[in-house]
């Protein structure tokens, strides 16, 4: 385990701080350290400005970070991808190569670190790759630093790789995510440029707010369901929950903050900068955060995170649980995107700023966002939907499926006034500072924060707060790229028409930003969005309300959104079709699985209690009744465990039948799941949960949500 800094000056702490961070990853300050000035800014332009790579290169890189790994202990390299799965995978290639003497040559060449081969017919490719064509290709992302992954017997080099088929078809989430950035730099480029500001690239940053539950690993091996499924398809709610917000940023437990502390340090070594740490709202749920790294690299660090925090439970006796709903009736854990677009020049481009030619910068943009908000809500519902976040999307806890944009109440009513062709009034008694004399400055913070919205604006960023906890940051971040990219080639074109036509650019932004804005209002609320009312409003403004997942992914592969991927080269449409059915075939197993670890759960842990508590009943009620005792209260109790039990047996039967059944196409079997086996699952709960309250503790096989969430 790595050991923190103790009993030392703060000009030591600090040092041996910063010589932790980043010390397992290839980084470009270990490059140039490493390599040949020429060869370092080859590097830099590759990764900064994506120049092409060329072999030469490539072999002194491979074998500058062959003796880097092989420093800290590495044998093997491993190209480390993003398969459909959610997951990451990686296929390990030792560094020795016989010489054919009886002897070995440690190597790394430029080829081995530019492409590797895995087997691709056994991963999620939604009708891309048949299972007798096995050929895909991994190949090296430069923007994103090679790691060291350590065990007590060794370590590994990792290099971060993008997954791609024979026919070059994207069998992975960087691809897209690569293609939706570069789409988004050129339009955005494009804008800025009408705005006099040259930029070699703009690229979007991404901050992920990480939830999760540390629950004692000796009552989650018991569970059969957290085991297989990572949540509790049965439990009781507890005598007490997050009722009396005692948790939430409560003092860190010793155990959980040991914990923290180990997965943070790890965390630092591999360059991801660890900023935040608390407790959250449910009792043993947590969160960790980074700060901002452009959306490749966050959604490379994001995968790690995810990693070493389970990697790290495990050694002190803790469980990491990060499904979206592991617990019923407290809060689930989502996983808050934060995004926003930056120049290489350290210009966000989402700032309001100190002054008038910022301000109509940062509405143009802004506005860009609420049109892609607007137009393409089904996509943003779709880029979170999956079975298990459908638990936690609208449960009071997290934002409904229906999406909204929250601004604040100023910025809201500057974009209401200038949808309407009208000058902004401010808070103050003034107006937007666009450069009219006597017009006060854009305020930076316009307004409060809105938890219950799902998207938000937050200052100079929008956090979208509907992402699932266990899923990739990839694919909401693309969306949120290839929609904003939409919107700014559209805006762009007539901002263009109007300076073309003579109009002052100040007249023409406002323009073009109050058509926009205009459009896009109906998107726009400030309110609660968990109240029964907003649900009415948003169906007369014609807002979508994808419940669940069959809704939204169905919506995936519309005319609408095949060309607006084929259009920015993010998606053909066979890959979206593909993605479409990967999503939907995830859900329909996902169900499958959970229906019948269910059913094992009931009709072998809690059918034996009950029925050994129903006779233990019985025999008491012979044997008082022998003695002339009064029974009836033994007989009320026995009443409502045979009662209990008699709803049980069915609700079992019932569910093993329909979960059996078989659907070739894969839409169908997904909306049966949810129409006719989940409704089943819900059934098995309702009556197991009542046996649970009934049956004494000494007879109760699985641990209870409170040992589970209050026993350390």
Known sequence: MTTPAQSCSAKECTTKFEEMYGRKAFTLKTMKERLPAEVYDHMVDTIERGAPLNSSVADIVA????????????THFAHWFHPLTGNTAEKHDSFMSPTGSGTAKISLRGKELIQGEPDASSFPGGGLR????????????????????????????????????????????????????????????????????????????VGTEQEYFLIDEKYHDKRRDLIVCGRTLLGAKPPKGQELDDHYFGRVSTRVLACMLEAEHRLYELGIPIKTRHNEVAPSQYEIAPTFADANLAADHQQLIMHTLRETAREYGFRCLLHEKPFAGINGSGKHNNWSVSTDGGLNLLEPGDTPVENERFLFFCAAVLKAVFRHQDLLRTSVASAANDHRLGANEAPPAIISVFLGDEL????????????????????????????????????????????????????????????????????????????????????????TAGEPLLDAVLGVVGKAAAEAQPILFEGDNYTEEWHREAEERGLLNLRDTVAAVSTLASEKNTQLFERFGVFTPRELRSRKEVMLEQYETTISIEASTLETLARTNVLPSAVTYLSELMDTCTKSSAMGLNISGTQTTGRKVSDALNMLVPAIDTLSELRQKHHDDVEEGAQYMRDHVIPAMEAVRKEADMLEQLVPARLWTLPTYLDMLFLH
């Open 412 to 499: 809201s009513k500057i974009f209401a006034a200038l949808a309407k062709g009208r000058k902004a009034v401010g808070k103050d008694g003034g107006v937007l500072g666009l450069g009219a004399k006597g017009l006060p400055e854009l305020p930076r913070h316009s307004g409060d924060r809105n938890r219950t919205s799902p998207f938000a604006f937050t200052g100079n960023k929008f956090e979208f707060r509907a992402v699932g906890s266990s899923q990739s940051v990839s694919f909401p971040n693309v969306v949120l790229n290839v929609t904003v990219a939409e919107a700014l080639d559209e805006m762009s074109t007539a901002l263009e028409a109007r300076l």
């Open 63 to 74: 074998e500058a970070m062959k003796d880097w790994a092989l420093e800290h202990g590495a």
């Open 130 to 205: 048949a299972t007798f064509e096995a050929r895909g290709y991994t190949a090296w992302d430069p923007a994103s630093p090679a790691f060291i992954v350590e065990n007590k017997n060794g370590s590994y080099l990792a290099i971060p790789t993008a997954f791609i088929s024979w026919t070059g078809e994207a069998l992975d989430h960087k691809v897209p995510l690569l293609r939706s950035i570069d789409a988004l730099d050129r339009q955005a480029r494009r804008a800025l440029e009408l705005f006099g500001i040259s930029s070699r690239k703009v690229f979007t940053t």
